[in-house]
């Protein structure tokens, strides 16, 4: 019986403690942090490059260059 009386005397600071984590969000329904998550991740796809595009993309770059060395052997050994 004392329990309850103690309840009951607690209970609006109880309630204001409650209201005031649903209030600043500190406890966060899994809802919640799904949207979060899908929006972080399409702001990094948007933001950033897919590391299969960057390592396609360093390799036409050495393909590129190597062609330009050969082409620039070319000139110096004709000149």
Do not use: W
Not at 24 to 47: G, Y
Request: aromatic residues 10%; proline residues 3%.
């Amino acid at each position: 019986m004392e329990n309850l009386d103690v309840m009951i005397q607690y209970s609006p600071v109880i309630m204001l403690v409650l209201l005031c984590f649903m209030q600043f969000r500190i406890f966060v329904t899994p809802e919640i942090l799904e949207k979060k998550h899908r929006e972080i991740i399409a702001e990094a796809e948007n933001r950033f490059a897919a590391r299969d595009s960057v390592i396609n993309i360093r390799g036409q770059i050495s393909e590129i260059k190597e062609k330009i060395d050969k082409i620039y052997n070319h000139f110096l050994k004709n000149y």
